[in-house]
């Protein structure tokens, strides 16, 4: 019954922020690093960040870089995603994932071992 669900998308303007969030459950959780991938229609899915099971190492899209803050609850087994300064760039699905991986594996060569069913961040006016 391992299961990854993200909420916390919807519709937002340009400039503006969401708090994307997920449950994570059916495994040791701060024994893997998890991270979020974006995926629009016809793209391949890309790794946005990524944070360590316990040491909290990040890493971090170009795109992302300034932006995003993820962060990680091991003992709530809840990782979140902080978007500012949306622009329509940022528009896709957004993945939760774990992985038994470094951060730069997780989000660089996508090595991920499971996948949520993601939440949709629209950014337009």
């Known amino acids: 019954q391992l299961q990854l669900v993200e909420s916390g998308g919807g519709l937002v303007q340009p400039g503006g922020s969401l708090r994307l969030s997920c449950a994570a459950s059916?495994?040791?959780?701060?024994?893997?690093?998890m991270g979020w991938f974006r995926q629009a229609p016809g793209k391949e899915r890309e790794g946005i960040s990524c944070i360590s099971s316990r040491s909290y190492n990040t890493y971090y899209a170009d795109s992302a870089k300034g932006r995003f803050t993820i962060s990680r609850d091991n003992a709530k087994n809840m990782v979140y995603l902080q978007l500012n300064t949306l622009n329509a760039e940022d528009t896709g699905a957004y993945f939760c994932a774990a992985a038994a991986q470094t951060t730069s594996s997780m989000c660089m060569a996508k090595r991920v071992d499971y996948w949520g069913q993601g939440t949709q961040v629209t950014v337009s006016s």
């Open positions: 059916g495994f040791v959780f701060d024994d893997y690093a």
